[in-house]
C-alpha cells in the first residue's frame, strides 16, 4: 500500500455516526495528537510528512480543492478545554474536545447541515449582537463570544522522528494540529520544496524540523487598528538538507491512526447539539436569567467628605430668666481653658560676699552669749 510518492489509507466515507462513535473517535483523537511544547535551546522536533489519500468519493467531487489541500484536513471547529484530575491535585490533565462546525467548506459540500444547525454558532450570534447593542461594553456577552467562536485548523499526519520533549512519541504515527498562522508558515515551506524539487513526502524524503516557542503576532497590520500579542509557534521551520529512508514507517503505523476516519468527519445534528449541552449550556443557563442588552452600569460617585458640625453657643437660659424644660437644654461645650501667661523669671541675684569685720563681730556675738571674751 505505501510508496515513496504516496501513503494510502483504508479511509471511508465521511461518517455522519451516532453519539457513541463520537465518543470512540473522541478516545482516538486525544490518543494520536501531537501535542506540541516549547523546545530547549539546540534541540528540534523532527517530523516526516505523510501525503495520504483520501477515499474516492472525496476526490471525484468538483469542490474537492477548497475543502483539502494535501496533506492537510482544513476545519473549522468548536472546542472547549478541561482540566481532568490525576493523581496530583496539582497537576490535572488539560485535554481539549472538539467537534466539526458545519461552516467548514467538506461539511458544506457533503451534507444537508448549514451553519443554521450549529447551536455554538447561534448562541455565538446572540452574544454578539447583545455585544454590540451594548456599543461593545457588554463584557458578559464578550466572554460568552470567546467561547463559542469557532476556530480554524489544519490537520496533518505526520511520522514523529524525533520529539525532542517527550521520547515516547519518537517512532510514531501522529497528526499535526496547527492555527492559520503556522500553516500558512508551514505552507510556504512546502511550496519552496516543491519549486526545488526537494522530496519532502512520505519514506525517501527530507525531514520537516522545527522549534516552538514565543512568537509576536500582528493583527490588523498596517491599520489604524494594528495590535501585537505573544503566541507559540514556529521559532525556526525548515526542511533537512537531505533525504533518507525510514524503515520503521510502516502501513500498520499509518493504518492504526484512521486519520480519515478519526479526523475528517461530519457531525451529525444530533452530535451538534449533545455537545452544546454538554460543554456550553449549563454555562449559559445559569445565567439565562440575566438581560443581556443592558449597558454596564456607570461608575459610582465617591461621596463627598463630611462637614465639621461645629456647635454653636448657647445663652445660659436662667441668666435671662427663660423657661426652658431641662430636656431641652444642649450640652454646653466647656470653653477651652485660658492657658496663664508664662512669666519671665528674673535670674536670681547672688549675695554679696560678707567682709571680714562683718564676719568678726558675728563670732564677737556668739561668744558673748555663751560668756567667752570677744575679739580685741
Known amino acids: 500500500m505505501m510508496t515513496n510518492a504516496n501513503v494510502g489509507l483504508p479511509t471511508s466515507s465521511i461518517m455522519t455516526g451516532l453519539l457513541t462513535q463520537r465518543k470512540a473517535r473522541e478516545f482516538s483523537k ?17 517530523l516526516r510528512l505523510l501525503n495520504t489519500q483520501p477515499h474516492r468519493n472525496f476526490v471525484d467531487s468538483s469542490n474537492f480543492a477548497h475543502y483539502r489541500d494535501f496533506p492537510f484536513i482544513i476545519q473549522y471547529v468548536h472546542q472547549i478545554w478541561q482540566d481532568l484530575p490525576t493523581d ?16 467548514t467548506d467538506y461539511v458544506k459540500a457533503n451534507s ?56 515516547a512519541n519518537s517512532g510514531s504515527v501522529k497528526v499535526l494540529s496547527l492555527d492559520e498562522h503556522e500553516y500558512k508558515a508551514l505552507l510556504t515551506q512546502i511550496q ?26 500582528a493583527k490588523n497590520e498596517g491599520k489604524a487598528n494594528e495590535y501585537h500579542f505573544k503566541k507559540n ?22 493504518d492504526d491512526v484512521q486519520f480519515d476516519a478519526n479526523w475528517y468527519t461530519v457531525p451529525t445534528k444530533e452530535e451538534l447539539e449533545q455537545f452544546y ?19 454596564m452600569a456607570a461608575p459610582v460617585a465617591k461621596p463627598a467628605p463630611a462637614k465639621k458640625v461645629v456647635v454653636e453657643d448657647v445663652p445660659d437660659p436662667i441668666a435671662q430668666d427663660v423657661d426652658v424644660d431641662a430636656d431641652d437644654i444642649p450640652v454646653a461645650t466647656p470653653a477651652p481653658k485660658a492657658e496663664k501667661p508664662k512669666v519671665e523669671e528674673k535670674p536670681k ?4 560676699p560678707e567682709s571680714v569685720d562683718d564676719i568678726n563681730l558675728t563670732i564677737d556675738k556668739i561668744m558673748a552669749e555663751y560668756g567667752v571674751n570677744g575679739s580685741k
Request: a neutral charge; one cysteine or more.
Open 112 to 167: 444537508t447541515l448549514s451553519k443554521a444547525h450549529c447551536p455554538m454558532c447561534a448562541a455565538y450570534g446572540s452574544a454578539w449582537k447583545a455585544y454590540s447593542d451594548s456599543h461593545y461594553k457588554n463584557q458578559e456577552a464578550k466572554a460568552k463570544m470567546k467561547n463559542l467562536h469557532n476556530t480554524f485548523v489544519a490537520r496533518c499526519l505526520v511520522y514523529v522522528v524525533q520529539d525532542p520533549n517527550h521520547d
Open 192 to 217: 519552496a520544496s516543491q519549486a526545488n524539487n526537494t522530496p519532502i513526502w512520505n519514506n525517501d524524503a527530507c525531514d520537516l524540523f522545527f522549534t516552538w516557542g514565543k512568537v509576536d503576532v
Open 30 to 46: 486525544n490518543s494520536s495528537q501531537l501535542f506540541l511544547k516549547p523546545t530547549e535551546e539546540g534541540k528540534f522536533y523532527r
Open 349 to 352: 541675684s547672688k549675695a554679696a
Open 277 to 295: 449541552v454538554e460543554n456550553f449550556s449549563s454555562q449559559a443557563a445559569m445565567n439565562d436569567d440575566i438581560p443581556m442588552d443592558i449597558p
Open 88 to 103: 496530583d491535585p496539582e497537576k490535572p490533565r488539560r485535554v481539549c474536545k472538539t467537534i466539526v462546525c458545519p461552516q
Open 233 to 254: 509557534g514556529f521559532t525556526r521551520v525548515g526542511f533537512t538538507t537531505s533525504p533518507k529512508h525510514l524503515d520503521s514507517l510502516t502501513d500498520e503505523l499509518v
